[in-house]
């Protein structure tokens, strides 16, 4: 039988990490297009965007409805699904747009329709101010901020094309074929105890 820990917190990103937020934009994307335009493309590594672009997206994430039927990301599912199975206290961790309402409530009831009722959900500006033993999240300066000072913290970063040249020694990049490697780290944080030395990874 697990037993529920309250003090092993894993914190879950949304975006890119439970739900398939790249491929639902660029759906949304293509459906405005014009066909003479160029084919919608991700802009990733901070790659200048056009501003007619910009001005579309944030057209599509004041659409509350937009985020509440997010496609679910299986990579993230599967890390979610080890978690539980370890007995992590469950906390969902997300950044939302300035001035956008909508998100936060789109937010709040895709995770209601997904994942229920009963988990904790923190939505910040700041993911660096928020504590966990393990955080699971797809964006490296998300993951960095988070990282400054938790030294002995683990990231599980969900692969994605932009976070696909990303290196530190306390994270594991999950591309689906690695299972095993994010069950051994995370099973180690779990049962790492407080006076334990940094964490090292296997
Ligand atoms: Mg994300």
Redesign the pocket.
């Known amino acids: 039988m697990v037993v529920f820990d309250e003090e092993a917190i894993a914190l879950f990103?949304?975006?890119?990490?439970l739900c398939d937020?790249d491929k639902a934009m660029f759906n949304s994307l293509e459906r405005l297009r014009s066909p003479k335009e160029p084919k919608t493309r991700v802009h990733s590594n901070g790659e200048e965007m056009p501003e007619y672009l910009r001005e579309r997206i944030n057209l599509i994430k004041r659409e509350e409805d937009w985020w509440v039927n997010l496609p679910k990301f299986r990579l993230g599912w599967d890390i979610l699904k080890i978690a539980k199975k370890l007995g992590f206290r469950i906390v969902i961790l997300?950044?939302v747009p300035k001035r956008n309402p909508s998100a936060y409530s789109g937010k709040k009831k895709w995770i209601d329709k997904n994942m229920g009722y009963d988990v904790d959900v923190i939505l910040t500006q700041d993911k660096g101010l928020v504590y966990g033993k393990v955080l699971v999240?797809?964006?490296p300066p998300?993951i960095e901020s988070w990282l400054k000072h938790r030294h002995r913290g683990l990231v599980i970063m969900?692969a994605s094309e932009g976070n696909k040249n990303f290196r530190h020694p306390q994270v594991i990049r999950y591309d689906g074929g690695n299972l095993e490697e994010v069950w051994g780290a995370l099973k180690k944080a779990r049962y790492r105890l407080p006076h334990e030395s940094p964490f090292q990874l296997p």
């Open positions: 990103d949304l975006d890119g990490t937020y997300s950044k999240d797809d964006f998300y969900p």
